[in-house]
């Protein structure tokens, strides 16, 4: 059993194309790359929801956020 | 050389080699700001000092003898030492000085010997070296603020010249007895640079122990933040943009099925991997590139958009799939990446709350809990897979790897570097005295600083008035 078919390099390279393990499955990777990357942005934008929230909750009277202004 | 044919090759293989060296220098750059940056300033000037002064002397001793073990003890225990092998690689071969290619019989290099060696050794050997200077450097910054720097330099010369060239020679090389017995593969060296690197941080730093003011009494971290956040982030840039160096200096770039003398067939040139397994430098700059993506944007989520982890995040994400991405498809690569980052964070600050381990860079994590993770995926990832083009070499399997990340990791990083610590220690040169911790390293540096700065002024001054 071999991930990617090749059990040995004994072989002439101009016969040889994909080495990577699974092939077959690209269409299943891409598939999941692309459930990576909008989940990322879900995850991502569920944070800085949070993230905002807790700033809001943050420094009521403001005097933090005045010496923030003044300090830049 | 044969022909020209035979001469272009040998000068191209000669440059490619040179050209990574110089980009293999930027990670030391990088290392050097990074480590300043997260460095307070009471401390920056004798933290860079360490890790520069670890350049000469690990290329001094990496020319004596680390340059000799990689070719001398591939086989060995298991095997007889190499010597006629090594033979080109002691430091008083002439073919380790300027040499065009003739035999020199009386000085024992044969022609087929002067005919390979006499442009490639002097730059296969700088690769070496900045491979060792990496680690050696992955090192330095786990220990800032409060390792002696003499200490230091020893550690980095046992890792850089020694401990880390038996890894290569025996888990890195086309004959090495770890690739032979164990089918060990570690194209872009997660186990055999950052894992060894890692280990032997953390085997430090248990003798060490934190910075002072690290944990309060009740043992909870207090988070010792950087002095120049810039500074970091430029560094941790330039390691990535050493790190392509790194990658393309894993690869030999062109051979000929002729040239690797295995069991490859055809008239098919190729570039390989160090076990001379055919890859491409597109492979490696598809799978560079994506499991650095998986490795930052794992790190920016699970560490809620922290800059330090997210950086650290991208490197870690390489490491973890450098064992296996040459033959990895890009996707994979991604969330190998992606997978590894997730798991050094948070086993980062558990081990930091459990076992009270400051590691000011998180070097530990990022390079050997990642290299040892990314080893035991590619051994299943690439299972059943050739690990060399050799005949009667085991294949890659999770068992092969997971022995060599155990070797890697603990018997050539941790053990040396645990052992090392506790005599550095016994003989009280490892850890600098309390009053000096406190006042900073810096601080006669800074007290001389600025006795000169007021007597120049006050010389100015008068001059003024006269």
Redesign the interface.
Known sequence: ????G???????????GA????QGH?VL??I??VI?WLG?HW??MR??AR?IRSEMDADARGDKAREAIDRY | MGNNLDALTVIFTEFYYWVTIVFMFLIHVGFCMYEVGVSRRRNHLHTLMKNTMLIPLVTVTFYLFGWWLYFGIQKFPFGPIDWALGSTATPWSPLMATHLSGADPSLGVTADQAALWHRLNGVFWGAFLLFSMTAASIVSGAVIERIQSGAFWIIAIMLGSFTWMIDAAWGWSSGGWMVEKLGYHDAYASGVIHAIAGGTALGVLLVLGPRLAKFKADGTPRDIVPHNVWLVTIGLFLIYTGFWGFYAACNVPIISPAGIAGQITGDTWTATNIYLGPTTLSAITFNFLMSLSGGLMTAYVVSKGDPFWTYSGGLAGVIGASAGNDLYHPIQAMFVGAVTVWIIYKLHYWVERRFKLDDAVGAVAVHGYAGFIGLVIAGFLLWGQPSSPYAGFATISPWGNFIGAVIMFGVLGFLPGYVMSLILNAMGLLRIPRKVELEGLDFEGEETYRAALDEVRAAELAMVKA
């Open positions: 059993m071999s991930t990617n090749m059990t040995s390099w004994a072989v002439d390279l101009k016969d040889v080495i990577y393990p699974f690209e990777m891409v999941l790359c990576f990322w995850l991502q944070n800085e993230e």
